[in-house]
């Protein structure tokens, strides 16, 4: 019997580059897809099969399969909170797996599949969680 393999969804998300509306707004959103990073060093998320949105490189950050309590996707640089407290989704090359990073006490906590997390922010809207 061949076992069942097992699906992934393999997509980012990235900000767009700021452009401004006739009033000088700055007009920058959430794309999601494919990720493209160039040689010169700037990033696009190729949003579906032939448009592709440049973004700021810094802002780009992965779906890690999962979702919180209200059914949102999970980015990494997310801030979740939980009943363990409240941390940034960063992924670990050390353990090969994601993590909160817990912006009050500095410490790395196993991201775990349970049903009470929430998104409360991400690090490139909330720069006082990444700077945390």
């Excluded at 990033?43 to 399969?65: H, K, L, N, R």
């Excluded at 919180?68 to 407290?85: A, H, L, Q, S």
């Excluded at 009470?116 to 809207?125: H, L, Q, S, T, Y």
Aim: net charge negative; hydrophobic share 35%.
């Amino acid at each position: 019997m061949i076992p069942e393999v097992k699906k992934h969804t393999i997509k980012f998300r990235g900000k767009t580059i700021a452009y401004f509306d006739e009033f000088g707004y700055p007009t920058d959103s959430w794309v999601y897809g494919y990720y493209r990073l160039f040689n010169d060093g700037s990033a696009c998320i190729m949003t579906d099969g032939t448009s592709m949105e440049e973004v700021v490189p810094e802002s780009v950050g992965q779906f890690i399969g999962m979702l919180d309590k209200f059914g949102r996707e999970i980015y990494e640089g997310d801030v979740i909170e939980n009943n363990f407290g409240k941390g940034v989704v960063v992924f670990s090359d050390e353990f090969a797996q994601w993590l909160l990073e817990d912006v009050d006490e500095g410490f790395d906590i196993p991201f775990c599949k349970e049903n009470r997390r929430k998104i409360v922010g991400n690090v490139f809207d909330n720069k006082e969680m990444e700077e945390a």
